[in-house]
């Protein structure tokens, strides 16, 4: 091959290097992180709201564990088909409907007037939350070249975690008000704990709008195959990070070609017979080399780290402030130390309740303490968030989210094992900071798995961590006040043993390394 034909080759991770990092980056990055909100908002969200709907929807206790769960039974239940259809289809052509369709499915089940409906719709609403929830670590990741990857999922993920700072801001808005009002067709009172679900699906809905202005991810497009495609979309982002439409475009009469992670996708025409079969079968064909064996360690390893860290900081999460409100009532009670578990094996004897005066009345606000621990916890999550950007870069993401997981895991059980009520709950919110980790996992995810499996991988691995918060929710709940110390104690000794099961996980250097070598090979 002569000299000029080479010039006219370009790598992907090189074009998307000469696209610079700009404006459009920026977009991009801001863009996931409200995806990302979007999907707490409308998964965990419903905790604040509970208390309050206990009486609206005559909700038993166990009633309330469902709705809890119900939205990540949803996403878990999709997520393997999301993921087919995003690495199939596109990113791009799976999350702008889902995100739409979202918060029509949020404004019906506001109106909901019994359980058995708002958990329906809440679970209906998990499947198209989940088209994204996964889907925008490939998308985000696929706009960057390695240089930058990283960084740009960890900055989507600190504009999750910032504008989380807002969550309990945003539920003290709408759900202590005074005002309702009936609405005659469906029979219901609309309340302020309505509209607060409506607010928390607006992220959703413009974050679906804006994708009318997004392009396709140019490793996608030419993974499946329109390199031509690719590089319009490349000199896009070219021109919006140079800031001026008359600079000569380096993409112009080149040929695109892929890295080692990006296969071109061959036409194999349309396959006849059953539609539902062929579907079936593109998926298993599409799952199954993740459990072959040059992939089966990092899916597993991945997924269980994943199932452990989402095991306390969302199904543990959704008991936290049952525990914290415990607690508080305890020291405004005595002050006399006690251990966590005893503080609520006290309050299930009837001895820390002052009176039962108020069984008649339902509960139609939170109170303000609620707000402000939480609000705590978002702080120091999002601080922690910034040292983990800053120090990721100087150690490297495993050592990282070994740290993380050590050190939360290592929080619970001191949490958990002394008698300083108010101690334990600090040391309790370092504890559910875990979530920090799944970031952090994510980021490698999108490293160490090619562009055709990525989606793939990411789906898979967040499903069987979704599994996770669906039990350690319901397993918590059920043994909170019976065997409260295996509850509590036996989550934070698995984050310290998944903590050292990530360094496990090859390394992303390797990965790049063999493009590196396959494409100096290439005559």
Known sequence: MSKDEKEKLLVIDEALEKTGFGKFNICIIIFSGLVLKNVVLESVGVSF??????????LSH???????????AGVIASSHFWGFLADTTGRKRIMQPALLLGYIVTICSSLSPNFISFAILRFIGGILLSAGSATIFAYLGEFHCQKYRNRAILCGALISATAAIFFPIIAWIFINQEWEFYVPFINITFKPWRSYFLACGVPGFLCGLAMFFL????????????????????????????????????????TLLPDADTPIA????????????????SMWKQTAPLFMSEHIRKTLLSSLILYIIFFSAHGVYMWFPYILNLTMQYTEKTSEPELLCNIIKIAKSGNLTVANDNDDSCVTHLELSTYK??????????????????????FGR???LFTILFVCGACGVVAFSIKMPLLAIYLFVVNLCCGLGTTVVNAIVVEIFPTNLRAMAVCISLMIGRIGSVTGSNILGALIETHCEFALFSPSVALII????????????????KANEDMENTP
Do not use: W
Not at 268 to 281: D, P, Q, R
Not at 381 to 391: D, E, F, G, N
């Open 266 to 281: 061959k036409d194999k025409g349309t396959e006849k017979g059953n539609i539902l079969v062929s579907i079936m079968k």
């Open 498 to 513: 998944a903590g050292f099961l990530g360094l496990f996980l090859p390394k992303a250097s390797n990965v790049s390394q």
């Open 62 to 72: 166990q009633e309330q564990g469902v709705l809890g769960a119900v939205s990540f």
């Open 215 to 254: 392009p396709e991810s140019p490793k996608y497009l030419l993974s499946a195959g329109h390199p031509d495609e690719a590089i319009k979309v490349l000199e896009r982002m070219y021109r919006i990070n140079t800031k001026n439409k008359e600079i000569v475009c380096p993409f112009e009469d080149i």
């Open 398 to 400: 495993k050592p990282i």
């Open 49 to 58: 709201a509970l208390p309050v709907l206990e009486c609206d929807l005559n």
């Open 373 to 394: 621990h939480t609000l705590f916890l978002e702080f120091i999550y999002v601080s922690l968030l910034l040292l983990v950007m800053y120090a990721i870069s100087k």
